[in-house]
């Protein structure tokens, strides 16, 4: 059974850093992209980034261009996403999935996944 794991929130005060974790298991690592999503209160959930678990390409959204960075550990299973400069608006909880690289609106319901319980990330201003 496929499986992402969110780690790493916390409460940091504006033009702080956080690194989240995303343990994956069940399922060949490389077979998918991994991204991370956010949800903020009363809004929609927000896909940020994302990698390719093969060649590394990556994608990010205008909204942390040049804060975030997602990295991947293959032999681990493991993507990072270190934020970097954080705002109050990127208060959410956040979520990896798998996707489809290039499709990233959505995550890859098709695989099987479903919305964890993510890591909550509040930026204090």
């Known amino acids: 059974e496929m499986e992402l794991v969110e780690s790493g929130g916390g409460l940091v005060h504006l033009g702080g850093s956080l690194r989240l974790s995303c343990a994956a298991s069940g399922f060949r690592f490389d077979a998918y992209a991994i991204g991370w999503f956010r949800q903020a209160p009363g809004k929609e959930h927000e896909a940020v980034s994302c990698i390719d678990t093969y060649d590394g390409t990556t994608w990010y959204s205008d909204s942390v261009k040049g804060r975030f960075t997602i990295s991947k550990d293959n032999p681990k299973s493991m993507v990072y996403l270190q934020m970097n400069n954080l705002k109050p608006d990127d208060t959410a909880v956040y979520y990896c999935?798998?996707?489809?690289?290039?499709?990233?609106?959505?995550?890859?319901?098709?695989?099987?996944?479903?919305w964890g319980q993510g890591t909550q990330v509040t930026v204090s201003s």
């Open positions: 999935a798998p996707m489809i690289f290039g499709r990233f609106e959505s995550p890859l319901f098709e695989a099987g996944w479903n």
